[in-house]
């Protein structure tokens, strides 16, 4: 996974000549694990919750915290800073959950911190850019850059599909081993 | 469901409602009629049991025809006018009708089955030619008075008999609705014509539908001469305002009221007419709307006449509340709240807990009166010293005067928050009443008795029967016995195969039986019964037994086991092995049962319902399969054990005993622990020799820790499943618990060797352990283990 795109990446003059966001323009939630903005499409997104109690599975990826209690029904909790090969750092007040549904499954997910809500014009958005490898392009939907930050969108439903979960990790493997 | 497309323009989704409820309704249906014809096949039948099937098979030829499902129409038509024909006496019912007649049933249930997989249906030809000639076959026109069901005396063809069947079919009517209104009828029972105009426009429901419905209805109660709109028409009107039918029919005018006025209508209405103006009678428009108008005064005048129209007649009210006695639910809606009662009831144990915290605070009388205490003395005090300096101190004392008195108003307050909180422990004690009872009403309503289930066997019973040409009576105990409706869908096959072994292995050929002083006639017993929170489903023959010696050369043979394990079994554990995947005794492979994938599949699935089967014969008696279930499948009486990565739940089935293991019993064999409980040697091991945690190492120092704390630890408890037993070590104990079980895989894997998980009082997470499945893996594990051993 590309998540350490190079700090000047190509795309861009564009967008600063882009439109501007409007009311009609897509909504996004924007996270930060490490020090990288991600934003996964508001749709894709069930809710977003303090982490609760998780209890330890066995047999599963170090990825996978366990599971937990969401109101009721057991979701899985998979540890983002993990599955992107990045050290895990231990819960803090900023740490959330992020619940997403994959199609008929409900996964959590958990990031350093959740930012905002923000609407980027579907024009500001770019595509991802050659350096993504194959794998990687099926997860990163592209880039865009709001107030001079930069955002990597991930495609939430793909990137925790379980089946498609080991390998978003050995693709964000291969990428450190190459950078 | 969805690929099966209708021949109207209705909303599919709309269709597919009344799909399922038309295959909800036909199954039943069809099983009731089963069940009369295997009477029939020992009894000469009666005009009950003859009606009944007239009226169930019309019922489905009604509701059928209603979706447009012509293939089964035409054939329930048939069948219906075959029984027409068998109700008057004019056709004597034989085996050859049985035949046919089940194979109809046949079909009906493979169309069900099509319908619901949302396939095309098969072609029914072949059938309708053997119901058709049926009618050749069984005329007993020689003899009619002497099958006339109810005994009638000879009467002369033609007009005669005629109104022999017209009496019947009254009859039959009587019996089908028991109207009391219909009574009157019966002296005189004749064809009449009715003509029936209903006012729709003044529902707002789907018009069309409710149209159509009635129709079909009314359609049922006898021929339907002339519609208008027609038939055809109604498919594609959008809302017809009106409908206009002329019905013959042995119905007395209160059933077809009674049956207008069921579907919330409430301006009609029905007139007789003769049989010319029912002929001559073709419904043109003007005359229609014509009727539209006197349809209108009438309602009009039935509104000025007050309620006494709409009210309807006392005899009928009380007939009114026998058809909502029971209504038809989708299981899944009951699952929906069933789950939502395992919360509530989870969410309670939580408000108890919490209350139990907050209570201490509470309870404490002597803070309040400790606090009183000190206040009053501190009032004497600036008293005291008011009066003894006066002017001085004045100024801090008023202050401090006037702190006590904030102090003493919050103690108020406090007071009655402290009144309050005993009222809201009541209201938890009250909530905990009302949760449980709603959790036992929810279960309750799953559980339907086993005896439909139960009497479908006799269906095939008398299949397998016949193909291998020996007697078995059925005989059916605890019917009545309930079970959830879930595990009621899953036992069936299993069942089955229980059954289909016990006739095909374990009753011996009639000769042999009569040899062995036998009774000729074998018996298989199917008995349900309720004990604790378990049913007990048993399958016993009064064949053979289990040929112990021939299992065990079987066994051997397949290499199920070696010759020298064999020589050791006992008796019991011989019988096990027919539980073991591959292995059938049968000489051939027959196709009612002997594939050798039999009993092994019925051990897994019954093990996936939470249950076992055990077996137990004697030779030359016969073999019992004793199946035990859980009552539910959602909710498991669980021991929870407490481990290093938390709270483990283990169902109490499971839990063969808990045991506290010091270092001598404790031995090294293998490189494997061996626990000695009381001189039987079972394997020891700490949840971590059965799944691996990927303990989250951020420091190195942690597993070690744990591994130390196990060690010193006694705990162990004994696993036990299918006969097998395993010890595991805990951290301590909790207790029992119910656990509302929840699935791993909805929302993301199975993992092998947990049953799912459940969430406890304090809202975390608990893991439920497959003890079956652990016993697996140890066994595996050890195995490898022993590999590497030899290998080195």
């Not at chain 1, 997104?45 to 209890?55: C, F, G, K, N, T």
């Not at chain 2, 002017?391 to 307050?413: A, K, M």
């Not at chain 2, 040929?547 to 086991?561: F, L, S, W």
């Not at chain 2, 481990?643 to 283990?650: E, F, K, N, R, T």
Request: proline share 5%; with cysteine; aromatic share 4%.
């Amino acid at each position: 996974m590309s998540i350490t795109p190079s700090p000047h990446p190509k795309t861009p003059h564009s967008v600063h000549q882009s439109s501007q966001p409007n009311s009609t323009s897509p909504q996004f939630v924007g996270f930060r694990l490490a020090n990288q903005n991600y934003i996964f499409r508001i749709e894709s997104i069930q809710e977003i919750v303090m982490p609760s109690r998780v209890a330890k599975i066995p047999e599963v990826p170090a990825y996978v915290d366990g599971v937990s209690n969401l109101r009721g029904m057991i979701i899985p909790i998979i540890n983002l800073r993990s599955l992107f090969s990045l050290k895990r750092k231990p819960y803090d007040e900023n740490t959330r959950t992020i619940v997403v549904n994959v199609g008929t499954r409900t996964i959590g997910c958990t990031v350093d911190s959740v930012l905002r809500v923000m609407r980027v014009p579907a024009a500001n958005i770019q595509p991802a850019p050659d350096s993504v490898n194959g794998t990687g392009r099926r997860f990163i939907a592209g880039f865009t850059r709001v107030d001079e930050e930069l955002f990597v969108l991930l495609n939430a439903d793909q990137l925790l599909e379980p089946s498609n979960l080991d390998q978003v990790h050995q693709a964000s493997i291969q990428f450190e081993k190459k950078s | 469901m969805s690929k099966y497309s209708f021949p109207d323009d209705l909303p599919a989704d709309e269709m597919e409602d009344y799909l399922r409820l038309y295959l909800d309704e036909t199954n039943e249906q069809l099983d009731s009629l089963v069940e009369i014809f295997l009477q029939l096949e020992h009894q000469s039948p009666t005009p009950e049991d003859l009606n009944e099937a007239f009226r169930l098979i019309h019922s489905i030829k009604g509701s059928s025809a209603l979706l447009g499902l012509d293939r089964i129409t035409s054939l329930t038509h048939h069948l219906e006018t075959h029984f027409e024909r068998l109700r008057s006496g004019k056709y004597k019912i034989n085996t050859s009708t049985i035949d046919v007649v089940l194979r109809c049933i046949d079909f009906l249930r493979e169309s069900n089955r099509h319908l619901q997989e949302g396939e095309p249906l098969g072609n029914a030809g072949q059938l309708l030619e053997q119901v058709q000639s049926l009618d050749h076959n069984t005329s007993v026109a020689s003899e009619p008075e002497a099958l006339s069901p109810q005994g009638q005396k000879a009467v002369p063809l033609g007009r005669a008999n005629q109104a022999a069947l017209a009496n019947q079919a009254a009859t039959a009517n009587q019996n089908i609705k028991q109207t009391p209104a219909a009574t009157h009828s019966l002296a005189e029972p004749k064809v009449m014509f009715w003509r029936i105009e209903i006012s729709l426009g003044e529902t707002s429901l789907a018009t069309q539908e409710l149209a159509r419905n009635i129709s079909g209805k009314i359609a049922s109660l006898g021929e339907l001469v002339e519609s208008q709109p027609s038939q055809t028409a109604l498919k594609t009107i959008e809302s017809p305002a009106e409908l206009v039918l002329i019905l013959k029919s042995y119905a007395p005018e209160a059933e077809i009221i009674q049956l207008i006025q069921a579907r919330g209508i409430r301006t009609y209405s029905v007139t007789e007419i003769s049989e010319s103006t029912a002929a001559m009678l073709p419904l043109s428009l003007n005359e229609t709307s014509q009727h539209t108008q006197n349809l209108k005064a009438k309602s009009e005048n039935s509104i000025a006449a007050g309620l006494k129209e709409e009210l309807p007649p006392p005899q009928e009210a009380i007939k009114t509340p026998a058809l909502a006695k029971t209504v038809r639910v989708d299981v899944d809606r009951l699952d929906v709240l069933l789950n939502l009662t395992g919360e509530l009831v989870v969410n309670r144990a939580r408000l108890t807990q919490l209350a139990e915290n907050v209570s201490p605070a509470f309870h404490k009388l002597g803070l309040i009166a400790h606090t009183t205490n000190l206040l009053e003395s501190i009032k004497k005090l600036t008293a005291r010293l008011t009066a003894q300096y006066g002017e001085r101190v004045n100024l801090e004392l008023q202050d401090l005067d006037s702190q006590i008195e904030v102090i003493e108003t919050q103690l108020e307050g406090w007071e009655s928050s402290r009144q309050s909180f005993a009222e809201f422990t009541t209201a938890i004690d009250q909530l905990t009443r009302v949760s449980n009872s709603l959790q036992r009403g929810v279960l309750n309503t799953r559980m339907v008795p086993v005896g439909p289930l139960f009497n479908r066997f006799r269906r095939s019973i008398r299949d397998i029967t016949q193909e291998l040409k020996k007697q078995v009576n059925l005989q059916i105990e605890g019917e009545k016995t309930e079970l959830d409706k879930r595990m009621i869908d899953e036992i069936g096959d299993p069942l089955n195969h229980l059954i289909r072994n016990c006739v095909d292995h374990g009753i011996e050929p009639s000769r042999t039986r009569i040899e062995n002083n036998k009774p000729e006639i074998a018996t298989v017993t199917l008995a349900a019964s309720h004990r604790g929170n378990n049913v007990f489903i048993t399958v016993e023959d009064d064949g053979g037994g289990i040929d112990i010696d021939r299992v065990k050369q079987t066994a051997v043979t397949r290499g199920i086991i070696t010759q020298s394990d064999a020589d050791y079994l006992t008796d019991d554990e011989t019988a096990e092995l027919i539980f073991q995947p591959g292995f059938s005794t049968a000489k051939e492979v027959s196709d009612i049962s002997g594939r050798g994938v039999g009993l092994d599949i019925v051990r897994t699935k019954i093990g996936q319902l939470n249950g076992t089967v055990e077996v137990s014969s004697k030779s030359g008696i016969g073999t019992k399969f004793i199946i035990r279930l859980p009552l539910t499948l959602t909710i498991t009486r669980c021991m929870l054990f407490r481990l290093s990565h938390g709270v483990l739940a283990v169902p109490i089935e499971n839990v063969r005993e808990i045991v506290s293991v010091s270092g001598y019993q404790r031995v090294t064999a293998n490189g494997r622990q061996m626990c000695d409980i009381r001189g039987e040697f079972l394997p020891l091991l700490s949840i971590e020799d059965l799944f691996d945690f990927h303990a989250l190492t951020g420091n190195s120092d942690e597993p070690a820790a744990n591994h130390e704390s196990l060690q010193d630890n006694n705990h162990v408890v004994i696993l036990h499943a299918a006969n097998k037993s395993l010890g595991l070590r805990v951290d301590g104990l909790l207790g029992g618990q119910d656990i509302v079980v929840k699935s791993l895989d909805e929302n993301f894997a199975h993992i092998e060797g947990l049953g799912g998980a459940s969430i406890l009082g304090d809202g975390s997470v608990c893991l439920l352990l497959d003890a079956a499945t652990c016993i697996e893996i140890a066994a595996v594990g050890s195995s490898n283990l022993r590999d590497e051993v030899a290998a080195d």
